[in-house]
């Protein structure tokens, strides 16, 4: 006789980046063992492409991965880990409060913390200021696009931020230049670098600009530390941050 088939139950939600809405279920017992495999060594790239794997097998919708954003696949992957584990993650912090006598004297507090977040309230913060769309002169700009999924893959969550992989990463986010009415996609990735590379320091900003505010998940959390009494904040920013 045939083993039976468990139900699970299934969820909606909408992709940050553009509001497509897409089902998907909890992650079972298989993509949490992926999970703490993933999660034993400290590789960002292992994380990162075992997250994608999750993803892909818990999205019930036609989704193409590699189209997502970092922080669409943070996002889903939230919304998951709180259908899955539970809505509330405990995180541990250790209390960084000066309690010297003076300002010279260093003697931390160092007491345990331990903050119940709720995961449902974890939203993708996105800023006014963020625009693809880099005017360069009149007639000539470029159109970046947020990073995606793959990029992690490639690089790692620190590592896209590096001055090392500044150029690199700029090129992996252009969707394409334009002079005038002509829109242009055909070049190589040496010519990208060089015409990268010959912005000015004014029309880098906007590039700048454009990586500074990309959308993430963020949230500010206060707490009171028991021994030392001292009332202080932390940000949280991505998926390590909340609870991994």
Known sequence: MALPKLMVPTYDLEVPSNGTKIQYR????????????????????????????IVEHCVLTKLNINELTIYDLEYIFLQLRARSVGEISDLRYVCQNNIGKSK??????????????DLSTIEVQKDEKHDGHIKLTDTIGIILKDPSVALIEKYGVREIESVENLFDVIADCVDHVYSGEQIIKDYKKEELDEFIGSLTQQQFEGVKTFFETVPKLHHTVSFKCDKCKNESSVELRGLTDFFM
């Not at 010279?104 to 977040?117: Q, W």
């Open 26 to 53: 909890p992650f079972l017992v298989r993509e949490e063992k992926l999970l703490l495999m993933a999660s034993e060594g400290d590789d960002e790239k292992v994380m990162a492409k075992a997250l994608r794997e």
């Open 104 to 117: 010279k004297t260093e003697k931390k507090c160092l007491a345990p913390i331990k903050i119940s977040l």
